[in-house]
């Protein structure tokens, strides 16, 4: 069985400061990681993806993550975190067969500071 | 126009009532899925649909049951509403035959409150 574990359900920085989000998952196999994000009131947007390709995944609005085996986390960045950021953020993981079903983290509400 | 739409936005309704939540795509996907989020919780897989004739369970069936009346919809039915199945529900599809791989594709969300 697949999870994920996201550390921190809220996460404050100051505007302009270092985002960073963080997502472990157990998977016994090689699995997909996504990162999404959660405006208010709206559904999910995609924000990135690893697929087995490069392990440092660029998404929208100046996010990256990088997918560390070793460690078996998918950590979110970004270098200057926005007033439009605030959102809530998933992580979530999935397996490489047909179902391909999605695992989500419970979610980490970040909120940026004037 | 959005790509995934659900109707109702807001719903409320009282233990006991049978209730169903719509949900219509326009991106031409085969697979669609329901979900339901809870604070702290996150997004949980209720059903999911491959195709018009393939309906599999997802982590929480219990006490939902589901409808794929045609590729582009897939209605979610609760048959005597509870109060612990107040959540915000979602509505997602995907298409895995495209370059983008399992990438889902999520509507706006449907809050639902039992009372």
């Known amino acids: 069985a697949q999870s994920v574990t996201q550390l921190g359900s809220h996460v404050s920085v100051s505007e302009g400061a270092l985002v960073l989000l963080r997502c472990n998952y157990s998977?016994?196999?090689?699995?997909?990681l996504f990162w999404y994000v959660q405006y208010p009131n709206q559904g999910l947007q995609l924000l990135l993806k690893?697929?087995?390709?490069?392990?440092l995944v660029k998404g929208i609005n100046g996010f990256e993550a990088e997918f560390k085996k070793s460690e078996t986390s998918f950590h979110l960045t970004k270098p200057s975190a926005h007033m439009s950021d605030a959102a809530e953020y998933f992580c979530?993981?999935?397996?490489?067969?047909?179902?391909?079903?999605?695992?989500f983290g419970s979610g980490t509400q970040l909120t940026v500071l004037p | 126009d959005a790509d995934v739409t659900q109707t109702p936005r807001n719903r409320i309704t009282k233990t006991g009532k049978r209730i169903m939540l719509e949900c219509s795509q326009t991106?031409?996907?085969?697979?669609m899925y329901w979900y339901r989020q809870d604070p702290g919780l996150g997004l949980r897989l209720i059903y999911y649909?491959?195709?018009?004739?393939?309906?599999n369970k997802g982590e929480i069936s219990d006490g939902y049951s589901v409808s794929r009346q045609a590729q582009a919809k897939f209605s979610l039915s609760l048959e005597s509403a509870i109060p612990n199945q107040t959540a915000l529900y979602f509505c997602?599809?995907?298409?895995?035959?495209?370059?983008?791989?399992?990438?889902?594709?999520f509507g706006p969300g449907t809050r639902l409150t039992v009372l």
């Open positions: 997602a599809t995907s298409d895995p035959s495209s370059s983008i791989t399992d990438t889902q594709y």
């Open positions: 998977s016994s196999v090689p699995p997909y």
């Open positions: 690893y697929t087995s390709a490069a392990t």
């Open positions: 979530a993981v999935s397996d490489r067969g047909s179902a391909r079903q999605l695992t």
């Open positions: 991106k031409g996907h085969d697979r």
């Open positions: 649909s491959f195709d018009v004739k393939d309906i």
